[in-house]
C-alpha cells in the first residue's frame, strides 16, 4: 500500500485510528460500518502470507533476524528502537496491518468473572468498575466475527458461553495435563482459541503447522489484518500503511479524554475522533486499552518509568525512540 504525504491527508475525516493492529482494526470496522468516515494509519505494512519465515525451510535462521519478535532485533524500517536498559522484559510485538496478531499463538481465554473482582476477593490491586456481565456481550460478538474454536459450557462461567466453531484436537501433552487435573480434582477445560478449526469466512482450515507465532502461512489464524481489516475496508474505511503518526497528529491533553480506555479527543481540526496506541499516550498516562479481542492482555497499563507492558512498549519509549528515529523509517503523517 502506497504511503502517503502530509499534504495528500488534508481531508476531515470523522474517525482517526493510529495503529492498525486488533484494537485499531475492531475499532475502524466498527466506525466504518456505522457509517462514520474512518482513516487508520499504520507504520508498519501490509504482510503478504507467503513471506512468513515458515514457508522456507530456513525458516529457523529468519525467525532470528528479519522475523524476530524482538523490534530491536529486527529494527525494519516500521520497527522503532525499545529503550530496555532498565527494564527486565524484552518487547515481543510486530509492526503492521494486524499488529501483534500476526505473530500471535490466538490463545482465547476470556477473563474469569473473579478477575474483575481481585481486590474483593483477593485483597490485591484493584476491582474492575465493570463486570464480566458489562463485556460478555461484545466478548460474544468478536468470537463470532472471528470464528473462536472452543468446547461451550465451562462451568467457570456463567451459563450460556459457546463458540462458534468446534474445538481443536486435544494433544498428547493436553491430554497427559487434563489426566493429571482429573486426578486432583482440579477443573480443566479445553482451551479456545481464535483459529479455525474449519473454514470459516475467509479463513482455512488449521492445518496443524504449529508455527503460529511467525505467521500462519495457511491463512486459519484470526489475525487482524484477515478479519476485521478486510471487511473494514468493504465498509467504507481507509488503512494506510507505511504512515507512522508523529505526537502532533494524537496531541491529548489527558483532561480532555473521555477517560482512561476510550477515544482521546484529537486536537487536528481536521480530525473529530482519534484513537492512538500506547506509544503515543503521553508519559504517566494510560496507556491505550488492548482490543476487547485480546481479553488476556485486557487491563490497561499504567505507564511507569521502567515498565514494558507484555507486547507493547510504554510512553518512556515514545520518549527516547522520537529521538532516534533512523533515516528510512516509515514517514512521519502529520
Ligand atoms: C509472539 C506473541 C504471541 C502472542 N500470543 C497471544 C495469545 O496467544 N493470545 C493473546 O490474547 N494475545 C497474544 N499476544 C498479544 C496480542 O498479540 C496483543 O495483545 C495484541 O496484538 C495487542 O493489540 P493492539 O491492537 O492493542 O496492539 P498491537 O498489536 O501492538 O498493534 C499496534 C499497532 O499500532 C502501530 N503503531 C504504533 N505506533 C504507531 C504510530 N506512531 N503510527 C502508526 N502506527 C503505529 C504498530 O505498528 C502496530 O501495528 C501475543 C503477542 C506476541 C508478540
Ligand atoms: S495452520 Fe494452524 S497450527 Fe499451522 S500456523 Fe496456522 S494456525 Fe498455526
Given at each position: 500500500m502506497e504511503s502517503q504525504k502530509p499534504s495528500d491527508t488534508a481531508e476531515i475525516v470523522d474517525v482517526l485510528v493510529i495503529g492498525a493492529g486488533p484494537s485499531g482494526a475492531v475499532v475502524t470496522h466498527t466506525a466504518a460500518a456505522a457509517g462514520l468516515s474512518v482513516i487508520c494509519l499504520e507504520q508498519g505494512d501490509w504482510v503478504n502470507p507467503s513471506d512468513f519465515p515458515a514457508n522456507f525451510p530456513e525458516w529457523e535462521l529468519l525467525i532470528q533476524h528479519n522475523w524476530a519478535h524482538d523490534p530491536n532485533v529486527r529494527g525494519l524500517p516500521s520497527d522503532y528502537p525499545v529503550d530496555?536498559?532498565?527494564?527486565?522484559m524484552w518487547p515481543v510485538m510486530f509492526n503492521g496491518v494486524g499488529g501483534s496478531s500476526i505473530y500471535y499463538g490466538a490463545e482465547w481465554p476470556r477473563l474469569l468473572p473473579s478477575d474483575f473482582r481481585v481486590k474483593t476477593l483477593d485483597g490485591v490491586a484493584d476491582d474492575w468498575p465493570i463486570s464480566y456481565n458489562d463485556l460478555k456481550p461484545y466478548h460474544d460478538e468478536v468470537d463470532e466475527f472471528i470464528g473462536v474454536a472452543g468446547v461451550g459450557?465451562?462451568?467457570?462461567?456463567?451459563?450460556?458461553l459457546d463458540y462458534p466453531l468446534p474445538p481443536h484436537p486435544m494433544g498428547k501433552a493436553g491430554i497427559k495435563a487434563a489426566q493429571a487435573a482429573n486426578k486432583l480434582g482440579w477443573h480443566w477445560w479445553p482451551g479456545t482459541n481464535a483459529i479455525a478449526s474449519q473454514k470459516y469466512k475467509t479463513l482455512e482450515q488449521?492445518?496443524?503447522?504449529?508455527?503460529?507465532?511467525?505467521?500462519?502461512p495457511q491463512g486459519a489464524k484470526a489475525s487482524f489484518d484477515l478479519m476485521y481489516m478486510p471487511q473494514a475496508l468493504k465498509a467504507g474505511a481507509q488503512v494506510r500503511g507505511s504512515a507512522r503518526s508523529s505526537p502532533k497528529v494524537a496531541d491529548w491533553p489527558p483532561a480532555r479524554s473521555t477517560s482512561p480506555a476510550t477515544a482521546m479527543l484529537c486536537s487536528s481540526p481536521r480530525v473529530r475522533w482519534c484513537c492512538a496506541p500506547t506509544a503515543l499516550a503521553p508519559r504517566d498516562s494510560y496507556c491505550f486499552p488492548q482490543a476487547i479481542s485480546t481479553p488476556m492482555a485486557w487491563p490497561t497499563h499504567r505507564a511507569s518509568s521502567a515498565a514494558t507492558s507484555c507486547c507493547t512498549p510504554t510512553a518512556r519509549h515514545w520518549a527516547t525512540t522520537t529521538k532516534t528515529w533512523k533515516a528510512g523509517a516509515a514517514p512521519l503523517v502529520s
Open positions: 530496555v536498559e532498565d527494564s527486565d459450557g465451562d462451568t467457570a462461567y456463567p451459563e450460556g488449521c492445518g496443524r503447522w504449529g508455527v503460529c507465532e511467525w505467521g500462519c
